[in-house]
């Protein structure tokens, strides 16, 4: 069953293949596979033997082919076998992709999905040293989906989830487009079996149907080829099962709306024969607008290169065409595969290791000790957005996530760009920085040297793991000060919800123990990356509950709990607190355009169903107003109410904002919340802008007139590097 000389046939010629290393790694495999027996029943052997056969497939090498051999050995056979022994016997590149593809199973984890993230992540790593590793694993992985049969029903689809959702893409981010419609296909097939069957009819009904046209199509693009010299293959393909799901499921469409259905690939052996056979298909057959793509010109972030163009004949059936060259063609059915550096003297080690720092970039993301599914979720960003193409002003090609905006594109072009940026242009004109980019837009980046870095609001605004990567870069080790106040503050606040007082001395204590525990070197660098943003105070609750427990000791008396006496319900009606016109109990609502506050001179508007809308005197929009001869009418004399007045320190019930210019490299921002937080006020909202190398936090309060505003502006003026602090307007 298991042949190891019919295997060793089907090694491409010409390949320099250690026939004898491969047959020891046979051997030794089966050896510590031996009384095993898979779900199906078979020998455990003929699983690592298919892995094996499909490594063949992709053409790689020695190496790759005893690693296919020995994946599961070190994993299912611990008493046997070792990366020790494999390294001894099969060579270090051996132990180290068997090593890649063993799972963490000596490591204790505290759930299943913690177990699931870190060994993605350690076959990341992996990958990233070796990409053999993840050829192999995709090998695996297509085994397993062919045999899935004989596992358990929640098991099917908890392994089709998880082919779907990370290896199938994998597959389609490294350009292997077989192996990628193989894998979704039978994941499919078991994730929706309903839905599965249904596109499978249509295709076997569709496909007897119109066999005849397809071959018409076929043999008139055959002559005409042959007329004109080109050399070519020509090969009669139809739509993958999933491709058609997905766009009759995700995008609504109905059997009729699936233009590329059927397809003609074109093979060829030259770049200009392409595009030569691309105008000889078009002087044929109607070309339906909007679908013709040269992606020959503009290669796909996997390598993928080809011409794409959907044409129509007079059976009024669509079909689409692609050409492509031997090459090309070779590149698209095993993508990074077809380039490997361990095969293709031609590739060197810098252009293999460009294609593969996507993986590093997943790679560098802050690891948040209690949520594993940080490092699960770029993951899915960068496999699962479409892409867009954007260009430099030197015209090249930039990919980009889907949704991604100018500060992403400054960021992968180099982080220096996009710290110093200040501006960006597209198509030549000037756009917001938060400004979405669309495929085939020119972007240049606009910078200055006086420029003090990102925005902590960029986080929010960018899209890419790359850039959020290095915007928390630059600030982990830009604005450290900064950082570890604002994680104080955090900490502090996490702290307090625990009900019981504790000591500076106590604290540290605390905090210290949980930097150790999750492999920091000190409190400090704790507060550093909760501050930067790399990690969550409140997702750290649990391990600061169990250390605050633990060292403040549960006989310490509770903070005692005082019965605050009951406040009145003070009524949201605001009738009574303005008099219109010597009247008092008319309907107002206050303008937001300049927020009045009891003390300010006031004026009413009489609005069309609305009441009276209250504005200050010298509000803009009250001068211009008196000034219309249609509206004057409608300006009525108003005041406060003396029960307002008399009340002004009691009740906040007023809105108001504070312009707070501040020194951009300072902790002023936290120094001011905090600050308003001990004075009982509430903030409402906050924004920050840059203005001229400083800082501008707009900041929406409540209190209670004119007096309390004055006062807090008094004590915010106070703040160390606070420049300026005016009453602002809208918020």
Same mark, same amino acid.
């Given at each position: 069953?298991?042949?190891?000389?019919?295997?060793?046939?089907?090694?491409?010629?010409?390949?320099?293949?250690?026939?004898?290393?491969?047959? #020891?790694?046979?051997?030794?495999?089966?050896?510590?596979?031996?009384?095993?027996?898979?779900?199906?029943?078979? =020998?455990?052997?003929?699983?690592?033997?298919?892995?094996?056969?499909?490594?063949? $497939?992709?053409?790689?090498?020695?190496?790759?082919?005893?690693?296919?051999?020995?994946?599961?050995?070190?994993? $299912?056979?611990?008493?046997?076998?070792?990366?020790?022994?494999?390294?001894?016997?099969?060579?270090?590149?051996?132990?180290?992709?068997?090593?890649?593809?063993?799972?963490?199973?000596?490591?204790?984890?505290?759930?299943?999905?913690?177990?699931?993230?870190?060994?993605?992540?350690?076959?990341?790593?992996?990958?990233?040293?070796?990409?053999?590793?993840? !050829?192999?694993?995709?090998? $695996?992985?297509?085994?397993?989906?062919?045999?899935?049969?004989?596992?358990?029903?929640?098991?099917?689809?908890?392994? /089709?989830?998880?082919?779907?959702?990370?290896?199938?893409?994998?597959?389609?981010?490294?350009?292997?487009?077989?192996?990628?419609?193989?894998?979704?296909?039978?994941?499919?097939?078991?994730?929706?079996?309903?839905?599965?069957?249904?596109?499978?009819?249509?295709?076997?009904?569709?496909?007897?149907?119109?066999?005849?046209?397809?071959?018409?199509?076929?043999?008139?693009?055959?002559?005409?080829?042959?007329?004109?010299?080109?050399?070519?293959?020509?090969?009669? #393909?139809?739509?993958?099962?999933?491709?058609?799901?997905?766009?009759?499921?995700?995008?609504?469409?109905?059997?009729?709306?699936?233009?590329?259905?059927?397809?003609?690939?074109?093979?060829?052996?030259?770049?200009?024969?392409?595009?030569?056979?691309?105008?000889?298909?078009?002087?044929?057959?109607?070309?339906?607008?909007?679908?013709?793509?040269?992606?020959?010109?503009?290669?796909? =972030?996997?390598?993928?290169?080809?011409?794409?163009?959907?044409?129509?004949?007079?059976?009024?059936?669509?079909?689409?065409?692609?050409?492509?060259?031997?090459?090309?063609?070779?590149?698209?059915?095993?993508?990074?595969?077809?380039?490997?550096?361990?095969?293709?003297?031609?590739?060197?080690?810098?252009?293999?290791?460009?294609?593969?720092?996507?993986?590093?970039?997943?790679?560098?993301?802050?690891?948040? =000790?209690?949520?594993?599914?940080?490092?699960?979720?770029?993951?899915?960003?960068?496999?699962?957005?479409?892409?867009? !193409?954007?260009?430099?002003?030197?015209?090249?090609?930039?990919?980009?996530?889907?949704?991604?905006?100018?500060?992403?594109?400054?960021?992968?072009?180099?982080?220096?760009?996009?710290?110093?940026?200040?501006?960006?242009?597209?198509?030549?004109?000037?756009?917001?920085?938060?400004?979405?980019?669309?495929?085939?837009?020119?972007?240049?980046?606009?910078?200055?040297?006086?420029?003090?870095?990102?925005?902590?609001?960029?986080?929010?605004?960018?899209?890419?793991?790359?850039?959020?990567?290095?915007?928390?870069?630059?600030?982990?080790?830009?604005?450290?000060?900064?950082?570890?106040?604002?994680?104080?503050?955090?900490?502090?606040?996490?702290?307090?919800?625990?009900?019981?007082?504790?000591?500076?001395?106590?604290?540290?204590?605390?905090?210290?123990?949980?930097?150790? #525990?999750?492999?920091? =070197?000190? /409190?400090?660098?704790?507060?550093?990356?909760?501050?930067?943003?790399?990690?969550?105070?409140?997702?750290?609750?649990?391990?600061?509950?169990?250390?605050?427990?633990?060292?403040?000791?549960?006989?310490?008396?509770?903070?005692?709990?005082?019965?605050?006496?009951?406040?009145?319900?003070?009524? #949201?009606?605001?009738?009574?607190?303005?008099?219109?016109?010597?009247?008092?109990?008319?309907?107002?609502?206050?303008?937001?355009?300049?927020?009045?506050?009891?003390?300010?001179?006031?004026?009413?508007?009489?609005?069309?169903?609305?009441?009276?809308?209250?504005?200050?005197?010298?509000?803009?929009?009250?001068?211009?107003?008196?000034?219309?001869?249609?509206?004057?009418?409608?300006?009525?004399?108003?005041?406060?109410?003396?029960?307002?007045?008399?009340?002004?320190?009691?009740?906040?019930?007023?809105?108001?904002?504070?312009?707070?210019?501040?020194?951009?490299?300072?902790?002023?921002?936290?120094?001011?919340?905090?600050?308003?937080?001990?004075?009982?006020?509430?903030?409402?909202?906050?924004?920050?802008?840059?203005?001229?190398?400083?800082?501008?936090?707009?900041?929406?309060?409540?209190?209670?007139?004119?007096?309390?505003?004055?006062?807090?502006?008094?004590?915010?003026?106070?703040?160390?590097?606070?420049?300026?602090?005016?009453?602002?307007?809208?918020?």
């Amino acid at each position: 069953m298991n042949d190891i000389n019919s295997l060793i046939e089907k090694l491409p010629a010409g390949g320099n293949y250690d026939i004898e290393k491969i047959k #020891r790694a046979y051997e030794y495999a089966t050896r510590m596979h031996e009384g095993q027996l898979r779900k199906s029943g078979d =020998p455990y052997i003929t699983h690592p033997f298919a892995v094996a056969e499909i490594v063949i $497939d992709l053409q790689l090498d020695t190496d790759s082919i005893c690693a296919a051999f020995l994946h599961d050995t070190v994993e $299912d056979c611990p008493d046997k076998a070792s990366c020790l022994n494999i390294r001894k016997e099969f060579g270090e590149d051996v132990a180290n992709i068997v090593d890649g593809m063993t799972k963490l199973v000596q490591i204790p984890f505290e759930n299943k999905e913690e177990e699931h993230i870190e060994n993605l992540r350690k076959m990341f790593l992996a990958m990233s040293k070796d990409l053999r590793v993840i !050829f192999i694993k995709l090998a $695996d992985r297509l085994h397993n989906m062919r045999t899935l049969e004989f596992r358990s029903e929640a098991k099917q689809r908890s392994i /089709a989830l998880e082919t779907m959702h990370v290896y199938a893409p994998l597959a389609h981010r490294l350009g292997m487009q077989k192996m990628k419609q193989e894998l979704e296909n039978l994941a499919l097939k078991y994730l929706d079996p309903i839905g599965y069957n249904e596109v499978e009819n249509y295709i076997q009904r569709s496909y007897g149907q119109h066999i005849d046209f397809l071959e018409s199509a076929k043999k008139k693009v055959e002559k005409r080829l042959e007329e004109y010299g080109i050399k070519f293959t020509l090969e009669g #393909r139809i739509k993958s099962t999933y491709s058609i799901y997905k766009k009759m499921y995700n995008q609504n469409k109905a059997f009729e709306e699936i233009y590329d259905l059927y397809a003609i690939r074109v093979i060829v052996n030259s770049e200009l024969d392409c595009y030569s056979a691309l105008g000889i298909i078009h002087e044929q057959f109607n070309s339906i607008p909007g679908r013709f793509k040269d992606y020959i010109s503009t290669p796909k =972030p996997n390598m993928y290169r080809s011409l794409h163009t959907t044409v129509i004949g007079r059976e009024g059936i669509p079909f689409e065409v692609q050409i492509r060259t031997w090459e090309m063609h070779r590149v698209a059915e095993y993508g990074l595969a077809a380039h490997w550096k361990y095969k293709s003297g031609e590739q060197t080690k810098e252009s293999i290791d460009k294609k593969l720092q996507w993986i590093r970039t997943l790679l560098e993301t802050e690891k948040d =000790p209690d949520d594993p599914d940080e490092f699960l979720r770029p993951l899915k960003i960068d496999l699962f957005e479409d892409e867009i !193409f954007v260009f430099t002003p030197k015209g090249d090609v930039v990919n980009l996530p889907n949704r991604a905006t100018t500060i992403d594109f400054a960021y992968a072009i180099h982080s220096a760009v996009g710290n110093k940026m200040v501006g960006a242009k597209v198509n030549g004109n000037i756009v917001p920085i938060d400004y979405m980019l669309q495929t085939g837009q020119i972007v240049e980046v606009l910078t200055s040297a006086a420029s003090k870095g990102p925005s902590r609001d960029w986080l929010k605004i960018v899209c890419s793991n790359e850039a959020k990567n290095k915007i928390r870069q630059f600030f982990k080790k830009e604005m450290r000060t900064e950082n570890i106040q604002l994680g104080k503050y955090e900490v502090e606040r996490e702290l307090k919800r625990f009900g019981r007082h504790f000591t500076d001395s106590q604290r540290n204590e605390i905090v210290g123990n949980i930097a150790q #525990r999750i492999g920091l =070197p000190e /409190a400090d660098d704790l507060y550093n990356n909760i501050g930067y943003g790399g990690m969550s105070a409140s997702k750290l609750s649990s391990k600061l509950k169990d250390e605050f427990d633990r060292i403040i000791r549960p006989e310490q008396p509770d903070e005692p709990v005082i019965e605050k006496p009951k406040k009145e319900k003070r009524s #949201r009606d605001m009738s009574q607190s303005v008099i219109i016109d010597s009247v008092s109990g008319c309907q107002v609502k206050f303008a937001k355009c300049c927020n009045p506050l009891p003390g300010d001179s006031i004026i009413g508007y009489i609005t069309k169903g609305y009441g009276v809308s209250i504005h200050k005197y010298d509000c803009p929009k009250a001068t211009e107003g008196l000034k219309k001869i249609d509206d004057k009418d409608r300006w009525v004399v108003a005041s406060w109410s003396s029960k307002v007045i008399e009340k002004n320190n009691n009740n906040n019930d007023f809105t108001a904002t504070l312009d707070i210019f501040i020194s951009s490299s300072s902790t002023a921002i936290a120094d001011v919340t905090i600050a308003l937080s001990e004075l009982k006020v509430s903030i409402i909202s906050m924004v920050t802008k840059e203005i001229d190398g400083n800082m501008k936090l707009v900041i929406g309060i409540k209190c209670s007139g004119i007096e309390h505003l004055k006062s807090i502006i008094n004590i915010v003026k106070k703040i160390k590097n606070v420049k300026e602090v005016v009453r602002g307007y809208q918020i």
